[in-house]
């Protein structure tokens, strides 16, 4: 302390009690946010009003027509820190991907899901002295599969795949809906006749998990709705055409579900 030692001694030491004091004094001044260590903090609240969503692809006669992804926001909004906040993100620990944007001009991150699964993503705030504040935020993804088919003899599989394309858990369960209809050939009069048909859900290995025969008659259709449980391993959702001559349609609903384990919505007006 080099203004101190311009003094005699007989002069300092009466003041360093008294400067201690004001030196302790006026370092409790320096912010509720500031660490034991001496870093500055960030308060980092990141308010958001979903963290689940239903990814939709849906299938004209076995292509597919549209991918409708999901997209959430995320509110750095209330975030508030001693030092100026430059920087605010959202890594998604799966894909490794990274969304900034800067905090002295925005405040809302903008995520889109594009594959089902559950997600893990890491949000921070960075002040200018480099400080970096996280938090994780847990989002759940899945996917409806939607299959429409018509005038066919020889129904399309339908490729179900509910492994997670990036890791992490595998879904809980595979809920199908699968309608058949034996439209009839000339509107209120009986031309055609009753159709045979099996649904079977086949493995990997061309075992048949889940089956059944139906038969539907002109005009009317016929439905079938099943869950599964192996979620390890792709299926082949089938229609096999048994036996008659009219045109059948198919319409059908596959939904790969995941247990709810997201983050609860914290959104505040």
Same mark, same amino acid.
């Given at each position: 302390?080099?203004?101190?030692?311009?003094?005699?001694?007989?002069?300092?030491?009466?003041?360093?009690?008294?400067?201690?004091?004001?030196?302790?004094?006026?370092?409790?001044?320096?912010?509720?946010?500031?660490?034991?260590?001496? @870093?500055? $903090?960030?308060?980092?609240?990141?308010? /958001? *009003?979903?963290?689940?969503?239903? &990814?939709?692809?849906?299938? !004209?006669? %076995?292509?597919?027509?549209?991918?409708?992804?999901?997209?959430?926001?995320?509110?750095?909004?209330?975030?508030?820190?001693?030092?100026?906040?430059?920087?605010?993100?959202?890594?998604?620990?799966?894909?490794?991907?990274?969304?900034?944007?800067?905090?002295?001009?925005?405040?809302?991150?903008?995520?889109?899901?594009?594959?089902?699964?559950?997600?893990?993503?890491?949000?921070?705030?960075?002040?200018?002295?480099?400080?970096?504040?996280?938090?994780?935020?847990?989002?759940?993804?899945?996917? @409806?599969? $939607?299959?429409?088919?018509?005038?066919? /003899? *020889?129904?399309?599989?339908?490729? &179900?795949?509910?492994?997670? !394309?990036? %890791?992490?858990?595998?879904?809980?369960?595979?809920?199908?809906?699968?309608?058949?209809?034996?439209?009839?050939?000339?509107?209120?009069?009986?031309?055609?006749?009753?159709?045979?048909?099996?649904?079977?859900?086949?493995?990997?290995?061309?075992?048949?998990?889940?089956?059944?025969?139906?038969?539907?008659?002109?005009?009317?259709?016929?439905?079938?709705?099943?869950?599964?449980?192996?979620?390890?391993?792709?299926?082949?959702?089938?229609?096999?055409?048994?036996?008659?001559?009219?045109?059948?349609?198919?319409?059908?609903?596959?939904?790969?579900? /995941?247990?709810?384990?997201?983050?609860?919505?914290?959104?505040?007006?």
């Amino acid at each position: 302390m080099p203004y101190i030692h311009n003094f005699s001694d007989t002069i300092v030491r009466p003041f360093r009690p008294l400067l201690l004091v004001v030196v302790l004094f006026s370092s409790t001044l320096a912010g509720c946010l500031e660490s034991p260590d001496g @870093q500055q $903090e960030i308060s980092l609240i990141v308010n /958001y *009003e979903q963290t689940n969503g239903t &990814i939709v692809h849906s299938y !004209v006669d %076995g292509e597919l027509q549209s991918a409708t992804d999901v997209t959430l926001s995320f509110d750095f909004s209330n975030t508030e820190a001693v030092n100026q906040l430059i920087s605010f993100g959202i890594e998604v620990v799966q894909t490794e991907e990274i969304f900034m944007i800067d905090a002295l001009s925005e405040s809302t991150v903008v995520i889109q899901f594009s594959s089902h699964g559950m997600y893990t993503l890491d949000a921070f705030a960075i002040d200018d002295e480099g400080f970096r504040e996280n938090i994780q935020i847990m989002v759940r993804m899945e996917l @409806q599969m $939607e299959w429409v088919e018509t005038n066919t /003899y *020889e129904p399309k599989p339908l490729v &179900i795949d509910p492994a997670p !394309v990036h %890791g992490g858990s595998s879904p809980d369960t595979i809920l199908i809906h699968s309608t058949v209809e034996n439209p009839e050939l000339i509107e209120n009069i009986e031309t055609g006749r009753e159709v045979e048909f099996t649904w079977s859900l086949v493995d990997g290995n061309e075992d048949a998990c889940q089956a059944r025969n139906a038969l539907v008659h002109e005009g009317d259709f016929v439905d079938w709705e099943t869950i599964h449980f192996n979620t390890f391993q792709v299926h082949e959702l089938r229609i096999s055409y048994d036996s008659g001559q009219d045109y059948i349609n198919v319409d059908q609903t596959v939904l790969i579900k /995941y247990s709810a384990l997201e983050s609860v919505p914290n959104y505040v007006q």
